[in-house]
């Protein structure tokens, strides 16, 4: 199906579009916001799913605005692209498998797991494929949350970092993140729960086949298979070598050309693909209510 969607409309239900998409590019790297879209019917329509789909894998990250729609609807939407996970920290609604409610208010502040650079749970050993977040509540000015394209970061990369990077992997760990600040006995019961997963450093989109610089400051604590003779000349070598390269692809994540901004409004909704971005909610805010709403896609092994 073309991604030319304005070109080419689909022929779907009138309840969950009025005409045909209409896409509005964001940046030239990443993010566009549809519009004409009920994401509450277009659960039932496979046409309109198939070209959110397109989209999704074209731009990374897709918004939609004003989608008053129910928590079962917003499951519902978020189950047509695969099952979904439950968080080992965070939970889920009681009513709602799934459905983590991301919740700030005066008296519970921001915790701060969320204001750096990151892909979800890289810490699985199947990351998410993608995640819908939607805003129930947020404060008038701030609390944006910004994406990164992934894979325009690691198309940018000189070619010698290429070719050093393309065989190495990296360690991704949920206890050196959200088990930081827990006791060390409920830190290492989580990690006994979750041992940290081990991913290749450029991982292939598995239904794009673009390469995508897979490691992020959040999760990714060192690289596996970086002390060979190749990379290490001396003892001293290993340690700051494999640290600042490691510092060096992260940072990547910094670049505004790869970025997208958006600024949150009462049932606005983000739909990102995991595989290829990262994101970083910004905490510029006043202590406040500011209440998401969040699905996660299970995903696929990486490689």
Request: charged share 20%.
């Amino acid at each position: 199906m073309t991604q030319d969607l304005q070109a080419a409309p689909a022929v779907v239900r009138a309840t969950s579009l009025s005409s045909s998409i209409q896409v509005e590019p964001l940046t030239c790297t990443i993010g566009a916001e549809l519009g004409n879209v009920n994401l509450g019917a277009a659960a039932e329509d496979d046409s309109l799913m198939a070209e959110i789909r397109a989209l999704l894998l074209k731009y990374h990250v897709v918004f939609f605005r004003d989608q008053d729609i129910t928590r079962a609807q917003h499951v519902a939407f978020a189950r047509r692209f695969g099952e979904l996970e439950e968080h080992p920290v965070v939970g889920s609604h009681p009513d709602h498998p799934g459905l983590v409610q991301i919740y700030k208010t005066p008296e519970n502040p921001p915790d701060r797991n969320e204001n750096s650079w990151h892909t979800d749970a890289t810490w699985r050993e199947k990351p998410p494929l993608g995640c819908v977040l939607r805003c129930v509540e947020c404060p008038p000015v701030g609390g944006d949350t910004m994406w990164v394209n992934m894979v325009e970061a690691y198309r940018q990369l000189p070619e010698d970092i290429k070719t050093k990077i393309a065989s190495l992997r990296a360690r991704h760990s949920i206890e050196a993140s959200f088990g930081a600040v827990m006791p060390i006995e409920k830190r290492l019961a989580l990690k006994a729960q979750y041992p940290d997963a081990e991913h290749p450093v450029v991982r292939i989109h598995p239904e794009t086949g673009e390469k995508i610089l897979f490691v992020n400051g959040s999760f990714t604590t060192h690289f596996t298979n970086f002390n060979t003779p190749a990379n290490v000349r001396f003892g001293l070598d290993k340690a700051p070598g494999a640290s600042q390269l490691l510092n060096y692809l992260t940072s990547q994540a910094n670049i505004p050309e790869y970025q997208v901004r958006f600024r949150w409004k009462k049932n606005s909704v983000a739909f990102w693909d995991n595989r290829s971005t990262q994101h970083y909610a910004v905490m510029d805010y006043p202590p406040c209510h500011r209440k998401m709403e969040r699905t996660a896609i299970i995903g696929d092994l990486p490689y």
